[in-house]
C-alpha cells in the first residue's frame, strides 16, 4: 500500500493495517491538533500567564461532535486551554443501545458514568457499570464501551493523563474494529443534551 495518507480502506483492512489508512470517521484523526504545549518565554511571564487563566470551563458552550451512536465534546485538553498540560477530560453520550470502536491506547482512562447503564469489553473481560460509577480503563488494554439503555442516552465523563503519555513518546493507539456509520431509528433522531 502507498504512503499516500488519503487512501481509503476497507475496516477490516483499516484494523490489520494502520489508523492513517482507516476511513474518516473523526474530524480529530485528520487535523493538525496540539497535544502538548512548548513551555517558551520567562520563568515570571509563564507563572503570570497560568495563573491568569480561567479556572472553570462551561461544557455546554462546546458543540457535540460524531454520531450516530457515540457523540463527544472536549472540555479540557492542552489545545483547548493553557491551564491543562497533563490531562485531558471530555464526555461522551452514548445513543439508547449503542457502541463505540473497540481500540487501545497507552494511556489509562477513568469513565465516570453520570448517566445511564453499560458495559464495557477489556481484553475479552466484561465489565457492567452505571450512573455513580467509575470504570478504569488500563494502558494499553483493548476495549469497548456499550451502552445498555434501550430507550435513554448514556453519559460518562471521561478523564485521562494522555498528554503525559504522549508527552514521554508512548502514543501508539489502535482501532481494531470501526464505529458503527449506521444506526436504528432511534440513534439517528438523536439529538445530544443541550445543557450539558
Partial sequence: MSEDRTAV???SEAAAGHNRFADVVWERKTKHRVFVRALEGTYGNLVKELFEQPRVYKSRDLQ???GPQQYGKKIVNPQAVKIAQSIETHMEVYTPGARTSKHGHMNSAVFYCLKGRGHDVHDGRRHDWEAGDALIVENACVHQHFSEED?????VLVMKAKPLFLFMHMLFQKIAEMPPKTGTERQLNYT???DL
Fill in 9 to 11: 480502506v476497507s475496516s
Fill in 64 to 66: 457535540w461532535k460524531g
Fill in 151 to 155: 430507550e435513554d442516552e448514556t453519559i
Fill in 192 to 194: 445530544p443534551p443541550g
